[in-house]
């Protein structure tokens, strides 16, 4: 931190107030995400209350919220830092505000979490319900348009790119968003409907609307998707490997090109 506000002399009362001044990681966060998401009828200092009280009494949080900096850490190029993350990744800050708004809705709070989950869609573009389920070591890139239903269950160590739908077929009730399995990778603008089964380790390819359930350790591609593959690797989620599907859109393209010149 100090080097940084040397580069940046500028910043160096921002860094201070950030990360400097809290003596652990969830006050440090707390306030950060405060300040994001306060507005003149919800004030900073109330949401500092909030965000600090919940992350300070829930151990499943403070677990929380280090797995998922450190995928962040490993998996997104683009995070050179923990501080980085803390202080500037939007996927990571509405990851952990979803979580506080998971904890009091869990504490029969539900129009304080829903009211969260409002702001935090307003400020990050990022909608995820309160009551949704969604585990540990994710990584949220970018963020930007992803959108989680109230039924939905994210297992584990998954990666999700931008635009990323989990979300219902209609006006039903009940149990009815996708269920995604420990380690998989869904690639930017994937959209999954209804109440399905993403297997463990599976990669849905950029682009696919996926309907039907989807085995472990498999790839799939396309609108509406179908299953292109195996996976070799263990862990798509983790290696970040979007290259396996190379080879079918060059399929499907040369398909096209074919078909549009019959």
Excluded at 134 to 139: P, V, W, Y
Excluded at 224 to 247: C, F, R, W, Y
């Amino acid at each position: 931190m100090d080097l940084m506000a040397e580069k940046e002399p500028i910043l160096s009362s921002f860094l201070y107030a950030s990360i400097l001044a809290h003596d652990c990681l969830e006050q440090a966060l707390a306030f950060v995400l405060a300040n994001r998401l306060q507005n003149p009828t919800l004030l900073a200092t109330q949401l500092m209350d909030i965000f600090s009280n919940v992350m300070m009494h829930d151990r499943d949080i403070q677990r929380s919220i280090r797995l998922d900096v450190q995928a962040f850490i490993d998996r997104d190029p683009a995070c050179l830092s923990y501080s980085s993350a803390l202080l500037y990744l939007k996927g990571y800050h509405s990851l952990q505000s979803y979580r506080v708004a998971h904890a009091l809705w869990k504490q029969g709070r539900n129009v304080l979490a829903l009211a969260l989950q409002s702001r935090i869609s307003e400020v990050f573009g990022v909608d995820i319900h309160p009551a949704a389920k969604i585990g540990d070591g994710i990584l949220l890139d970018h963020g930007t348009g992803v959108v989680i239903g109230e039924t939905a269950v994210v297992g584990n160590r998954v990666s999700l790119m931008h635009g990323v739908t989990l979300g219902g077929t209609g006006k039903e009730t009940g149990d009815r968003h996708p269920k995604v399995g420990d380690l998989a990778l869904l690639g930017a603008c994937v959209t999954i409907l209804g109440n399905i089964k993403i297997g463990e380790g599976a990669m849905i390819a950029a682009g696919s609307l996926v309907l039907k359930h989807v085995p472990p350790q498999s790839m799939v591609a396309g609108t509406p998707a179908q299953v292109i593959g195996s996976i070799d690797e263990q862990d798509p989620s983790l290696t970040m490997n979007h290259d396996a599907t190379k080879e079918f859109f060059k399929h499907l393209a040369v398909s096209f090109r074919d078909g549009r010149s019959k």
